[in-house]
């Protein structure tokens, strides 16, 4: 049996070898970079740091040891960069070592608008600058947009997708931007010209953009995913769904009327989990069957819920996707599937009883129990 790797944990990513490998790119892109003040500032007590304590100290170091003025750092920066990466992939590859870079252009370059946006297209073409235009954004909101829209026909995807991406109100990771939300039609601006964008990568970030609009507003979110339907394009029609993602699970009558998902009649219902008694790490195997009632065809979204207990004691409900099926009167509908009760970094695993439901356009119309054994 091989062995198993064990995960390194991502701040692990920032340690003293990037500090050697920065330190030697920023020497080479600037010879009056202060390289001896940097590595001591940078690696100093990084050990005892979580990921953003990491990068903001290496960010910091970085100020510390380029040249003034602060145009002159941004430039050294830009020109201290990889070869522009041309898939979605090696962002996680390659691209991560230089987050420190967004850290320096978001804590020092807002007084330097004009150098500052060309190092972050520079960067953003080899990890991400959605973190580091929030500040100008902030700063400037009518201005920074203004720049991001003449970027929509750029020839890199990475720049493409990130005038999508930095503009989100809500940006994971991200810092709050007040005014964002207010300036809805000129976002709108730039997602309607990514909307068509070939790469999926790009219309991915589109459509989670669109879903932070519908968490904002679910009615103004929804009139606009109604008025990009008239687009009948299938880009468009994989954004609108994605976007939709989160209210679809939870039954949202607007969201799934986008869909022609409304209620439907069933009949002859007949669902099972079995066993009915597992252990943590086991499989639950679920089969669901009914008898579609209502005359005339009708799209079915099919999903299951599990409502399980959780750490403190209080129950967690999460709906999984099942399958779409088009059904006639009559049509009796199978499915078959498994749930794994194995832990999760993001979702553990507690004893006690779990609750699993079959869920049709929003609607739950069966449920059944397993008990997972202490």
Do not use: C
Not at 95 to 105: L, Q, T
Not at 133 to 139: H, S
Not at 176 to 186: E, I
Request: net charge neutral; proline share 6%; glycine share 8%.
């Amino acid at each position: 049996m091989g062995e198993t790797k064990e995960r390194i944990p991502f701040k692990a990513w920032f340690n003293a070898e990037l500090v050697a490998e920065l330190a030697a790119r920023l020497h080479e892109a600037e010879p009056d970079f202060a390289r001896d003040v940097f590595v001591r500032l940078a690696v100093g007590g990084l050990e005892d740091l979580e990921m953003t304590g990491r990068t903001k100290q290496i960010a910091d170091a970085m100020h510390a040891a380029l040249p003034g003025p602060i145009e002159r750092g941004l430039g050294a920066l830009a020109r201290s960069l990889t070869a522009p990466l041309t898939d979605a992939d090696d962002i996680t590859t390659h691209g991560y070592r230089f987050w420190p870079y967004s850290e320096f252009i978001a804590r020092y370059g807002v007084p330097s608008v004009d150098a500052s946006f060309h190092a972050m297209l520079e960067l953003t073409q080899r990890f991400s600058s959605e973190f580091a235009v929030r500040p100008f954004l902030a700063a400037d909101l009518a201005g920074t947009l203004a720049r991001l829209t003449k970027l929509v026909n750029h020839p890199n995807l990475h720049v493409r997708r990130w005038v999508s991406e930095g503009t989100r109100t809500r940006l994971p990771w991200g810092m709050g931007v007040p005014g964002l939300k207010d300036a809805l039609p000129s976002r709108l601006t730039l997602l309607a010209a990514l909307r068509h964008d070939p790469e999926l990568y790009v219309r991915r970030s589109v459509a989670n953009h669109l879903g932070d609009i519908l968490k904002d507003d679910i009615e103004a979110g929804l009139d606009i995913l109604r008025a990009w339907q008239a687009d009948q394009h299938p880009h468009v029609d994989w954004i609108i769904r994605h976007a939709a993602r989160t209210q679809l699970k939870a039954g949202h009558p607007g969201a799934l009327a986008l869909f022609g998902q409304g209620a439907v009649p069933v009949a002859k219902v007949t669902f099972s989990a079995t066993p009915d008694r597992l252990r943590v790490g086991q499989t639950a195997a679920l089969a669901v069957s009914f008898e579609f009632k209502q005359e005339g065809s009708a799209s079915l979204r099919i999903d299951y819920a599990l409502t399980s207990p959780g750490k403190s004691g209080r129950p967690s409900r999460k709906v999984f996707r099942w399958a779409d099926r088009q059904a006639e009167v009559g049509d009796l509908v199978s499915l078959q599937t498994i749930h794994a009760f194995i832990p999760r970094s993001i979702r553990a695993v507690y004893p006690g009883t779990h609750l699993f439901e079959v869920v049709v356009n929003g609607v739950s119309i069966a449920s059944q129990s397993v008990v997972i054994a202490p």
